[in-house]
T-cell receptor, first 115, second 114 residues
Framework: ETGVTQSPTHLIKTRGQQVTLRCSSQ?????VSWYQQALGQGPQFIFQ???????GRGNFPPRFSGLQFPNYSSELNVNALELDDSALYLC??????????????FGPGTRLTVT | AQSVTQPDIHITVSEGASLELRCNYS??????LFWYVQSPGQGLQLLLK??????LVQGIKGFEAEFKRSQSSFNLRKPSVHWSDAAEYFC????????????FGTGTSLTVIP
């Protein structure tokens, strides 16, 4: 069974640029959630995708957007990067429907640094 | 509003000693409750979960947690800590009434002294 994978591992961007982070879900999972984890903080829920549709969103501005593909992999896009966007971005996958959607398995994360 | 509180930012225990990490939540219904562990530079690993039923749940690596509705708590315990348990521990709540949102506490950092 393949776990959740994320790419790239690390990324350095300049303020104002755009970035795309990628996530491949665990085999058999159809739901992907994205989280932002600032240094020394707990993860903050950005949004969730289920069957290619956004299925819940946290308190993040519209410049944070996402996609889910038919194979259930997902992208997180962030436009107009700000210094405060520097964080570890975590992707988690789960089996959608009922309580299964909450049993999430996390990838190793992408460390984004905005300068 | 839903929230998760982990009152202890940092805990130090001796190897072989028992451990209890505290978690309190604020939520209007019965939540789904989770504990995750994160090693430095790594993603989160699910230790255990509570959805319903028996309020004492067993997890991996010898951890257990008890759901106490009256105290809105879900504390994590381990009878004998190993040096490899040193990590950051996060309690989380799955909020079923607000569109599948997931709330994490700010974490407790565990140091294990040999």
């Amino acid at each position: 069974e393949t776990g959740v994978t994320q790419s790239p591992t690390h990324l350095i961007k300049t303020r104002g640029q755009q970035v795309t982070l990628r996530c491949s879900s665990q085999s058999g999972h159809n739901t992907v959630s994205w989280y932002q984890q600032a240094l020394g903080q707990g993860p903050q829920f950005i949004f969730q995708y289920y069957r290619e549709e956004e299925n819940g969103r946290g308190n993040f501005p519209p410049r944070f957007s996402g996609l889910q593909f038919p194979n259930y992999s997902s992208e997180l896009n962030v436009n107009a990067l700000e210094l405060d966007d520097s964080a570890l971005y975590l992707c988690a996958s789960s089996k959608g429907g009922g309580s299964g959607a909450y049993e999430q398995y996390f990838g190793p994360g992408t460390r984004l640094t905005v300068t | 509003a839903q929230s998760v509180t982990q009152p202890d930012i940092h805990i130090t225990v001796s190897e072989g000693a028992s451990l209890e990490l505290r978690c309190n939540y604020s939520y209007g219904a019965t939540p789904y409750l989770f504990w995750y562990v994160q090693s430095p530079g790594q993603g989160l690993q699910l230790l255990l979960k509570y959805f319903s039923g028996d309020t004492l749940v067993q997890g991996i690596k010898g951890f257990e947690a008890e759901f106490k509705r009256s105290q809105s708590s879900f504390n994590l315990r381990k009878p004998s800590v190993h040096w490899s348990d040193a990590a950051e521990y996060f309690c989380a709540v799955g909020a079923t009434n607000t569109g599948n949102q997931f709330y994490f506490g700010t974490g407790t950092s565990l140091t294990v002294i040999p």
